[in-house]
């Protein structure tokens, strides 16, 4: 079965501008989670969608935003990008809203703001 | 709340010897376990899980951990190190009965000698 797509891979973006990247999850999986991974900051959780209702968030400015639709598509959005959005974007998707049996993860999106 | 610590940012091995990557952590609630592995420029891969089974957990590729929870530890192992296993691995771990809100170590790179 296809797994967790996520487009775009890359992504250059000037500050200032938004971005908005989207997530696909394995079909049958109804929680879509999104990470920012930096070297710094390790991996950080963003926030977890699950059958369109955002059921966390982690600690990230209003920026960035997300949404979830009605076939489990997801889409993350940053709004007046900052050079320290530059980061791996990674989503993951899993079958049950507790992350019991694991989460399986895209390749990300590769985020760089100059 | 839950933390998650791994204790050695670098493990070098030779091809062949034994892999131990070290996870500590804690949890206010019944942990779930997990190591995931992320080769360079990919998502993150599931190896294995402990979700309150048995505390000998045998994962993907050779790789088992085990459950140690006097010790609040979770290490991975490995009898036989080979190229392919050279990866950044992240340790996690997941309160089930609060957020369920996965912590990310900061992840062990495991470098592999011929």
Not at chain 2, 44 to 50: G, M, T, V
Request: net charge positive; glycine share 10%.
């Amino acid at each position: 079965k296809a797994g967790v797509t996520q487009t775009p891979r890359y992504l250059i973006k000037t500050r200032g501008q938004q971005v908005t990247l989207s997530c696909s999850p394995i079909s049958g999986h109804r929680s879509v989670s999104w990470y920012q991974q930096t070297p710094g900051q390790g991996l950080q959780f963003l926030f977890e969608y699950f059958s369109e209702t955002q059921r966390n968030k982690g600690n990230f400015p209003g920026r960035f935003s997300g949404r979830q639709f009605s076939n489990s598509r997801s889409e993350m959005n940053v709004s007046t990008l900052e050079l320290g959005d530059s980061a791996l974007y990674l989503c993951a998707s899993s079958l049950d809203a507790f992350g019991t049996h694991g989460y399986t993860f895209g390749s990300g999106t590769r985020l760089t703001v100059v | 709340a839950q933390s998650v610590t791994q204790l050695d940012s670098h493990v070098s091995v030779s091809e062949g010897t034994p892999v131990l990557l070290r996870c500590n952590y804690s949890s206010s609630y019944s942990p779930s376990l997990f190591w995931y592995v992320q080769h360079p420029n990919k998502g993150l891969q599931l190896l294995l899980k402990y979700t309150s089974a048995a505390t000998l957990v045998k994962g993907i590729n050779g790789f088992e951990a085990e459950f140690k929870k006097s010790e609040t530890s979770f290490h991975l192992t490995k009898p036989s190190a080979h190229m392919s296993d050279a990866a950044e691995y992240f340790c996690v771990v997941s309160d089930q009965g609060g957020s369920y809100i996965p912590t990310f170590g900061r992840g062990t790179s495991l470098i592999v000698h011929p």
